[in-house]
């Protein structure tokens, strides 16, 4: 008989388009699933990993679904996955790769093990459509620049996505399985749990349904509509590919199709795609990203590093005075994700306006978004402090007060999501007050503050550090 492949699940809570998953049933022999909780889910801020308790529970059920289950182990995966291996009888492991340097680490050592021990280990690709050391400049070096990046890529062939197995052969015994409740992966979410949890579009089958509602009727005006962020105008399907409960692959098929009817924001949705792809090329190439500026000559420039300031405490609690900054962290903390231009207008506001590192904003993204994603959220916050790659030069200061009358003139998002000035505040502008800690002292009935630092002010700093800069 055939023995058991042994399936480590990871970021990819699916059934379809999973190669690894779809290579066990092709093997023949029992198919058995498990999902290791190392130090890589530990170290999880609390959004990320509650929202992560919640796919696993989904998957778990989806799998069952298929006469199969999905088995829970914790520790070191260098040893849980030999000790599984050992256990079952199993021949054969199999997962989807992830791209992440201490991730990279951790697999060729599983990997390394296993075939020493006479195991067929085999890594798939899935979380990617484009692996990073496959994308090259004519002087096969790696990508620095976006559009370059797009332009390589956008007529490359994407495989078709793969279909759900129509059967998971299960084993004459399951090995054991720890119990989920009992891994409290949404402790520190704390009262936060119950606000966020109605915002929250969890597994595969809600992914699809989104694709395809975005697909119907957003797509055709995603160009201007995604950068109005009164209006549900984007996917928002950045939660379900953090976790692979769909996969890029899937996504950028649907959007080929839109473009060939004619939709014209399909290829803008593409791009993003490739946004994707490119932050996950430059983590692979260039891991510092993650940890210290990636254009290194900005190691010098005179970030204030302390997060204990009263400045950034105003910035974390919505509390800055400035209207686009305040609604656009309290829809975070309300919902678990946040708008893309809202993104941008408080990142530049912390780095440029409040002249603090980005490390503190991209720790405390970490923390507080449910679509958590360790390449996307370091991009971001570089691109946006002017120290990462396709950078927006320190010298272009967003003006929040602008950027609002541009994006949000009928004031609809400030309106869903700030309380204070407001007679009959939204429903979401007072839920923030039910997730935050009640460490805060915040209420709906405070007195909404003054700016902290106004633009011009602001600016002006910014611009006068930039100019005088030692590096």
């Known amino acids: 008989m055939t023995s058991p492949t042994l399936v480590w699940i990871r970021r990819d809570l699916r059934l379809s388009d999973h190669a690894a998953l779809a290579a066990a049933a092709a093997r023949g022999g029992p198919v058995i699933p498990v999902f290791v909780r190392d130090d890589l889910v530990d170290d999880l801020g609390a959004a990320p990993k509650w929202r992560f308790g919640l796919g696993l529970e989904c998957h778990a059920e989806a799998l069952e679904g298929k006469d199969s289950r999905l088995i829970l182990r914790s520790g070191d ?58 994308v090259e400049t004519k002087q096969g070096d790696y990508y620095k620049v976006y559009t370059p990046f797009w332009k390589s890529v956008r007529d490359r062939a994407v495989g078709e996505p793969l279909p759900a197995p129509s059967s998971l052969p299960a084993p004459d015994t399951w090995p054991d399985s720890e119990a989920l409740e009992d891994w409290a992966l949404g ?35 995603y160009d201007t509509t995604r950068d109005i962020p009164g209006i549900d105008g984007t996917s928002n399907l ?16 649907a959007g080929q199709r839109a473009m060939q009817e004619g939709k014209a924001g399909a290829e803008t949705f593409l791009k993003e795609l490739v946004w994707r792809e490119f932050a996950y090329h430059l983590m692979w190439h260039t891991p510092r990203i993650l940890s210290d500026n990636w254009r290194e000559d900005w190691a010098a420039f005179p970030w204030n590093e302390d997060e204990r300031r009263a400045e950034v405490k ?158």
């Open 314 to 471: 105003a910035w974390k609690r919505g509390r800055t005075g400035i209207r686009f900054v305040d609604a656009a962290l309290r829809e975070m903390y309300v919902t678990g994700r946040m708008h893309n231009r809202g993104r941008m207008i408080v990142a530049s506001y912390l780095t440029k306006h409040l002249m603090c590192h980005w490390k503190i904003g991209m720790a405390w993204f970490e923390d507080c978004l449910i679509d958590w994603d360790p390449a996307s959220n370091a991009m971001g916050w570089q691109w946006s402090a002017g120290s990462g790659p396709d950078a927006t030069p320190y010298f272009r200061v967003f003006n929040p007060v602008t950027q609002l009358d541009k994006f949000d003139k009928d004031r609809d998002y400030v309106s869903r999501w700030i309380a204070e000035e407001y007679a009959n505040p939204h429903r979401d502008a007072l839920a923030y007050f039910d997730a935050i800690p009640r460490s805060w002292s915040m209420s709906s009935s405070d007195t909404y503050p003054d700016p902290i630092v106004p633009p011009d002010e602001g600016r002006k700093r910014a611009l006068s550090a930039y100019e005088n800069r030692s590096f």
């Open 77 to 134: 995966a260098r040893e849980v996955i030999p000790a599984l291996v050992q256990e079952t009888g199993a021949g054969t492991v199999y997962w989807q790769r992830a791209y992440d340097p201490k991730s990279v680490a951790r697999d060729k050592e599983v990997k390394a093990a296993l075939k020493d021990a006479g195991v067929v280990a085999k890594s798939f690709a899935g979380h990617l459509m484009f692996e990073p050391w496959t």
């Open 238 to 253: 950045s939660e379900n590919l953090a976790l692979g409960e769909i996969s890029p692959a899937q996504c950028w098929h």
């Open 187 to 221: 402790a520190a979410m704390n009262r936060g749990a119950d606000v966020v949890r109605p915002f929250v579009q969890l597994g595969e089958q809600a992914a699809q349904s989104r694709l395809g509602a975005f697909m119907a009727s957003k797509v055709a005006d």
